[in-house]
T-cell receptor, first 110, second 113 residues
Framework: AQRVTQPEKLLSVFKGAPVELKCNYS??????LFWYVQYSRQRLQLLLR??SRESIKGFTADLNKGETSFHLKKPFAQEEDSAMYYC????????????FGTGTKLQVIP | KAGVTQTPRYLIKTRGQQVTLSCSPI?????VSWYQQTPGQGLQFLFE???????NKGNFPGRFSGRQFSNSRSEMNVSTLELGDSALYLC????????????FGPGTRLTVL
C-alpha cells in the first residue's frame, strides 16, 4: 500500500531563514510526487510536481528514490509562505489514486 | 474557465440522516475525485470517477457512495450519518488520467449533530 509521511505537524521558522518540509513515502512502483499548498481561507492548490522539476514561488523539491523522500525546500522564507503544505503521491499505474500526507503547517515568524 | 464548484458549501444534518453533495468539474475535465478532510485524519481519498465509472475507492464504509453523470458532474452520498462524518468534503477534477493536474473545489463543510 502506498503511504506518505510528513513527520512535522508544525514548522516555525523566522522570515529569511531556510525552510525544509519533510516528506517520505512508501510505494512499490515509480511514484508521482506532488506538493500541494492551502493558504488561509483558500482552496487546496498544486504547488509543484516532481516530473516538472520546476521552482514555484522559490520552492523546489527533489525526488530521492534511494531515501524515498520528496522534501520541499526554500532558501529564504517569506511571511506569505505561511500555510498548510501537503505532500501527495499518485499511483503511476492505470488508476489515479492519490494519497496525501497529514500535512505540515508552516508558520513564518516576522 | 470557471473553477471546480461544490454545492452546498455548508450543511448541517443530524445522525441517521443521509446527505448528497454535488461537484461540477472544470469544463472539459472528465475525472472527478472526492476527499474527506478532517483535523485528525487529514485528507483521505474517498473515490474517483472517470467517464461515469468508478475507477478507484478508498477505505471508507459502504455508507459512502458516489456517481458521475454524462456531463462529468459528480455527486457523493452518505447514508446513515454518524458524528464522525463531520468533515470538509473536497472534490477535485482533472482532464483525464495519467499526469494530469488535479484542481480542487472549495469544499462542502458537513456538520453532523
Amino acid at each position: 500500500a502506498q503511504r506518505v509521511t510528513q513527520p512535522e505537524k508544525l514548522l516555525s521558522v523566522f522570515k529569511g531563514a531556510p525552510v525544509e518540509l519533510k516528506c517520505n513515502y512508501s510505494y512499490s512502483g515509480s511514484p508521482e510526487l506532488f506538493w500541494y499548498v492551502q493558504y488561509s481561507r483558500q482552496r487546496l492548490q498544486l504547488l509543484l510536481r516532481h516530473i516538472s522539476r520546476e521552482s514555484i514561488k522559490g520552492f523546489t523539491a527533489d525526488l530521492n528514490k534511494g531515501e524515498t523522500s520528496f522534501h520541499l525546500k526554500k532558501p529564504f522564507a517569506q511571511e506569505e509562505d505561511s500555510a498548510m503544505y501537503y505532500c501527495a503521491l499518485r499511483d503511476s499505474g492505470g488508476y489515479q489514486k492519490v494519497t496525501f500526507g497529514t500535512g505540515t503547517k508552516l508558520q513564518v515568524i516576522p | 474557465k470557471a473553477g471546480v464548484t461544490q454545492t452546498p458549501r455548508y450543511l448541517i444534518k443530524t445522525r441517521g440522516q443521509q446527505v448528497t453533495l454535488s461537484c461540477s468539474p472544470i469544463s472539459g475535465h472528465r475525472s472527478v475525485s472526492w476527499y474527506q478532510q478532517t483535523p485528525g485524519q487529514g485528507l483521505q481519498f474517498l473515490f474517483e470517477y472517470f467517464s461515469e465509472t468508478q475507477r478507484n475507492k478508498g477505505n471508507f464504509p459502504g455508507r459512502f457512495s458516489g456517481r458521475q453523470f454524462s456531463n462529468s458532474r459528480s455527486e457523493m452520498n452518505v447514508s446513515t450519518l454518524e458524528l464522525g462524518d463531520s468533515a470538509l468534503y473536497l472534490c477535485a477534477s482533472s482532464l483525464a488520467t495519467g499526469v494530469d493536474t488535479q484542481y480542487f473545489g472549495p469544499g462542502t463543510r458537513l456538520t453532523v449533530l
